[in-house]
Nanobody
Framework: VQLVESGGGLVQAGGSLRLSCAGS????????MGWLRQAPGKEREFVAA????????YYADSVKDRFTISRDNAKSMVYLQMNNLKPEDTAVYYC??????????????????WGQGTQVTVSS
């Protein structure tokens, strides 16, 4: 599975962005998908995940009620709608595919499917 993120950019605090992750390969719909982010000088952290059917989602407390993860298996796409952005959301955002939602949340990854990352910068 190859993953390519897009949609990052510069936005003012309180603004919105929608990240997209395009997947390739026949196994996309069999995998859970997640978004993680890494700010300068910080460790990578979990943001959101969605199961392979798109029926179950999980969010980090820091983004709950502001971010929404979704997927379209027919298009092999996963999205992250980010609203009410804050300066602390500034980071490189990565798309990741793995066997289950819980695996992505735990950080104990089984698979090495990552996108190249897309930069999100939120100005105050």
């Amino acid at each position: 599975v190859q993953l390519v993120e897009s949609g990052g950019g510069l936005v003012q605090a309180g603004g919105s962005l929608r990240l997209s992750c395009a997947g390739s390969g026949p196994t996309f719909s069999t995998l859970a998908m997640g978004w993680l982010r890494q700010a300068p000088g910080k460790e990578r952290e979990f943001v959101a995940a969605i199961n392979r059917f798109g029926l179950s989602t999980y969010y980090a407390d820091s983004v709950k009620d502001r971010f929404t993860i979704s997927r379209d298996n027919a298009k092999s796409m996963v999205y992250l709608q980010m609203n009410n952005l804050k300066p602390e959301d500034t980071a490189v955002y990565y798309c990741h595919a793995d066997t289950t939602l819980s695996i992505i949340v735990s950080g104990q990854y089984n698979l090495d499917y990552w996108g190249q990352g897309t930069q999100v910068t939120v100005s105050s």
